[in-house]
């Protein structure tokens, strides 16, 4: 058996790795994470060349390196082509729910037209909110914030101007609806953005995540990856399907990340 010394990078990554382990235990948090620093271990033979690129390039700059795994740990728990599809999955639904709000909101907005319409011409009405700022009071009653520091201010001002001045419930729902139908569903961080961009998921998904999260957190963006690092696509390669825990016939090696990389290229031109 070969034996490492205390100071090899196999050795000090490994350490990183297990002091998450151990944070999060502590702490009750993050058991995906923690399993993925488990495979990651469990596969140390093969991250041997990773944790030396990683531990050369890295080691002098403060909390890069505990940064640089921690961020294949977090990617891997949360950006998995699992979460991937999950995330997927969730931007259709976003979309069904807006189109269902534009279609719902425009049929209250008819509904509530004919109901004032009716309370104008038929000599009956019904005791309902007519304003709009009636309806925004009576649903913040349980609001601490609106009671104490906005709603004198909000009966003043609906005091000073009468109706004519405010949209009415029908011209309010009317908005809801066209807000909706206009809406489209856009990732709300980087990190989405590149998982999801293809029009068809594959395993290149959780490589761009990475490589979204690697810039994220390069000195450029005020993080601790010193800027300008460049990772090989061997040990880009290693990472993954060690992270992941790919099997032999998933497994990817570092041709595969080259021209990944050189079709992303290609792509922001």
């Known amino acids: 058996m070969t034996l490492h010394s205390p100071t090899s990078p196999k050795n000090a990554c490994e350490e990183l790795l297990m002091e998450e382990k151990r944070y999060n235990a502590e702490h009750h948090i993050l ?63 976003l ?29 009956f009405r019904t005791d309902t909110h007519y304003h709009v700022c009636d309806v925004i009071q009576a649903s913040s009653q349980q609001n601490y914030g609106f009671k104490n520091y906005v709603q004198e201010h909000l009966e003043n001002l609906q005091g000073q101007f009468d109706l004519k001045y405010w949209p009415t419930l029908s011209d309010f729902a009317r908005e809801l609806a066209r807000d909706a139908a206009m809406a489209v569903a856009q990732a709300s961080d980087p990190l989405t953005a590149a998982a999801t961009a293809a029009s068809r998921a594959s395993l290149a998904d959780f490589f761009k995540a990475l490589f979204a999260s690697i810039e994220e957190n390069s000195a450029r963006s005020f993080g601790h990856l010193p800027h300008g690092l460049q990772i090989s696509d061997s040990t880009f390669a290693i990472l993954v399907n060690c992270a992941l825990d790919l099997d032999a016939d998933s497994m990817v090696d570092g041709p595969y990340v080259k021209r990944l990389r050189q079709r992303e290229r290609e792509g922001a031109k």
């Not at 189109?99 to 000599?123: H, M, P, W, Y």
Request: charged share 25%; aromatic share 2%; with cysteine.
């Open 31 to 93: 058991p995906s994470e923690s399993a993925v620093a488990d495979r990651m271990l469990a596969r140390g033979l093969e991250m041997t060349p990773a944790y030396e690129e990683l531990h050369s390039k890295l080691h002098q700059h403060p909390h890069a390196l505990k940064t640089c795994l921690g961020l294949v740990l977090t990617a891997a728990a949360l950006w998995n082509p699992e979460k991937i599809a999950e995330a997927r999955n969730a931007r259709g639904d």
């Open 95 to 123: 979309t069904k729910v807006n189109q269902q709000i534009a279609r719902q909101a425009a049929e209250l907005a008819e509904l509530l037209q004919l109901r004032s319409d009716l309370g104008n011409t038929s000599g």
